[in-house]
Every structure is written in C-alpha cells, then in structure tokens.
C-alpha cells in the first residue's frame, strides 16, 4: 500500500517515524510545504487551499491510496476540504489525538498544546467534545522555533516550557477541571516530550505522531495490504534544508529529496 | 509623492513608524505579504518570486513612485531581482544598514544579526565590504518568534538575547575583529533595540529602520515631492491578525487593512 503523508514542513516526519517502525513495509510518499510553512500563523482559507493542492499532488501525481495529514494545523482547518477533494481514505491527527485521549482520560478532562491556529480552530475540543470529553487548550507558539533551533534540551527551552504548562494548568484550574491528559497538539512536540512528560509527571502525555501510526499500522494489516518498503521525500522549497532539518526529526539520514512546485 | 513600503510581514511597520516620524506628509502604501511569511527560512528563488510579485502589486497596481524594501530577507535575496522588475527606485533596508554602519564604525568593524536566511546570503558582509568594513553575521532564529508572542521585556528574551550576544561577541572575538558596531538587520529588532544596547553598552547599535527613515525622507526632501498624509495597508492573509500584530509594530492604531491575493 503507497500511504501518502503530508505536513507543512518537517515536523509529519516524526508521525513517519512512528509509521516506519509499526508498518515497516508499506511504501511512504512524504510531502513537505516548506515554501509555504508555516501553516500555523495563516487563515483558514489559506491552509485549506495550501492542502488541498498537497493532497492533489500527493494522490493524483503520485498514487497515494491512503492520506496522512500530519500537520496539526491542516487537519484542524482543512480535513473536510481535503476529504472533499481525494477519492482516497484520509487520517488527521487531530481525530487520531482524541481518540488516544478517550482511551487515556479516566477523569474526562484533558488539556491541548498546539500552535496558534490549531487552538483558534478549537478542532480539538470539537473532536474531544463529540468523545464526551472536556478540553483546554493552550498555544505555545514559541516550541517550534526553539526545536527548529535545535535547543532541544536547552535551559531555555525548559523555562518556556515550565512556563507554558504552569499557566495551562493554572487556567485549566481556573475552570475547575481536573485534567489527566496532554495532547501534544503539533508534530515538533514529541521531540520535547520526555522534558514535557518530567514537568508535568501528573499527566498522562499523548503524543500524536505514535498514535496515528498506530491508526495507520491497524488499517494496514486490517485490509492485509502490502509494500515495497519504498520511501520517497518531496519538499516545495530547498531540499538541503529539508534534508538537514528533516533528519533531526526522522531520526535517520533522509536521501533523494525532490524539489516540487505547487505554485504560490 | 506615494511611497510603497513591502515586508512579508508586520515587521516593516518598523520602517513605516520611522518613515511617517521623518517624512509625514509623503503617501504611504504598505504591503505584508503575510499568507507568505515568513521569508526568513525560504529559498532565494522563492523569495525572489514572492518579492517581485509583491513590488509589481505596489507599483503596477497601486502606483507607488518610490519602493522600500523594508524586509531585510527580500532586501539581501531580491535587491537585484525587484529592482530588474520595476521601473521606479527601489532602497533595501540592508544598504541603509551598512551606510550607517560605515558613518557610525572607527574600527572599521562591525556585527550584524538577522533571520537565517539573511545571513547565509551574505548579503550584510557584501555590502559592507564594498564600504571598507569588515563584518561577521550571526543567525537568531528565535528573536522574530519571541517579539511575535509579546514577550519583549520577558526574562527569558533578555537569557536569550545574553546567549545570542555573548556567542556573537566570542564568534567575532576568535576572528581577531574589534568590533565597535551592531546592525539589527531584522525589521523586528528595533522591539528589542533597548535590551540589547542594554546587554552590549560597548556598540553602537544600529537600527535599520530608523537609518532607512532617514534616507527617504532625505531623497523625499530632495525631490521637494509633497503629498496629502494618506496610508493605506494591503495583507496577503488574515487583516485581523494583521491589524492585532501591527498595531505594536507601527505603535499606533491601524486602520482599514485590505486583503489581496497575489496567489500562492
């Protein structure tokens, strides 16, 4: 099966990660809009447009018959307009993320950090809502550009985040919730998880890229579909960038990136 | 005279802030490209291709006589290309950043920090070597994100700027530079221009939004061109966001921001 995952830039990769250890055999196309990330600080009109034309070129151009939308912001803003234009069944991360904090929350109540967008779209407390759960969320608009900066385990990226999830939890408390989930709503978040996960040891930590791979890997072996173990990279703005940054969040060396224009 | 002042953002409202200090009764016409930004981690030939369809929009469409690349990216990576593309003078904030680098430095020895993108053009150490300095340029990535979330005064900005600054002088210390001059060559760091001179009291700091000013209201003067005071915004995406962010930037109230789309 050729499974199609798209993300705004390098951060679906780690949700490839995952799908490259639960499903080892299937064949991965992965698209990266670089040159029009991020999607996180634009409008939903534009997100839906820059998806949908992904989403095109990912089934149309290259045969996907399984989409991935690993980008928060996309499957927040722009599911339905992508389910709307494919013929091929379409994964978001957001419904996979709710559907993991069902599972997870015993108290009902489950926080959410993501960027701006993804919070402004409130698609985690629809998901979460429709799931009888209720849901904060919080942005943390500050994570990505310090992972992009490769402070991963830095002091500062520490205080940021000891200062981010102080405030989500004294808000959450403000509303008299009693949370016992996170939702790490955006895909450059699992690098910063164990730090997370050592802040607040009082939360259960869903990391989003695992728990669609998990989705994805129980989809495949249901239809019993099969691969080549093919993997292939595309990017819409350079590919040494891509290739560089892309690897930190791959965990493993990415070859032959190949630069494609979808226009804007 | 009607001035078109382009950034990919709300940042260039720096320069517009200076601009309508020095020259308010010129025309001002200001273009972010926001459904585009950031420039900064993008490619010369997409930023090339953003930038000159932005300027034809402020010269073809709203007939600005004059052009000021208020966006130190488009500034380093598409000087040549806009300037190729309209017929109307064009100034780019990294020109005015090393002429007064060159007026403000006895040494003959200068730093600049700006976005990635700027720096790994060269672009500063270009123009500055054509003008006898010599220079060493040093990429912070989180500066623009840490301005964006409002946290100007916060104490991790002043940790961060201490870490960027010390790296920055021991970089250039190493290369046997005694530097006696600092360019902020982002239109966000004016925002931060107090914390830093603060943290480096030994540099003359240079603010390439007040410099730019500067020049334009000196060829406006030239040119005894007079105009009616007007401003008017154009934004690629999200007015309300544009409006919300830009207020801090230009400090004072904007109003009646027009959407454009110029595709993408």
Redesign the interface.
């Known amino acids: 099966m050729k499974i199609g995952v798209f993300d705004s830039g390098v951060g679906g990769l780690t949700v490839l990660h995952a799908l490259l250890r639960q499903a080892p055999q299937a064949d991965y196309i992965y698209l990266g809009d670089?040159?029009?990330?991020?999607y996180g600080?634009?409008?939903q009109a534009?997100i839906a447009r820059y998806a949908v034309s992904s989403a095109h070129f990912l089934v149309e151009e290259q045969g996907a018959e399984f989409l991935v939308i690993a980008c928060n912001t996309a499957s927040a803003l722009a599911l339905d307009a992508i389910k709307g234009a494919v013929s091929v069944p379409v994964l978001g991360v957001v419904e996979t993320g709710a559907n993991a904090a069902r599972a997870a929350s015993a108290s009902g109540d489950v926080l959410v950090i993501a960027t701006d967008a993804t919070v402004q779209s409130h698609a985690y407390s629809a998901a979460c809502r429709e799931r009888g759960l209720r849901t904060y969320e919080k942005a943390c608009?500050?994570l990505?550009?310090?992972v992009?900066?490769g402070?991963i385990t830095h002091p500062?990226t520490q205080?940021?985040l000891r200062?981010y999830l102080s405030e989500l939890k004294q808000e959450a408390g403000a509303m008299q919730m009693s949370p016992d989930t996170l939702v790490l709503g955006c895909t450059h978040y699992p690098l910063l998880r164990d730090q997370i996960a050592h802040i607040v040891p009082d939360l259960k930590v869903i990391d989003s890229a695992c728990v669609t791979a998990e989705q994805v890997a129980s989809t495949i072996h249901d239809k019993k579909a099969t691969g080549n173990g093919t993997r292939r990279f595309f990017a819409t703005?350079?590919i040494e960038?891509f290739r560089a940054m892309g690897t930190r969040f791959l965990g493993e060396a990415i070859d032959g990136v190949t630069l494609v224009d979808l226009?804007?």
């Open positions: 670089t040159a029009r990330l991020p600080s634009k409008s534009t608009p500050l990505v550009p310090l992009e900066e402070w500062v205080e940021v200062i703005d350079s960038k226009g804007g």
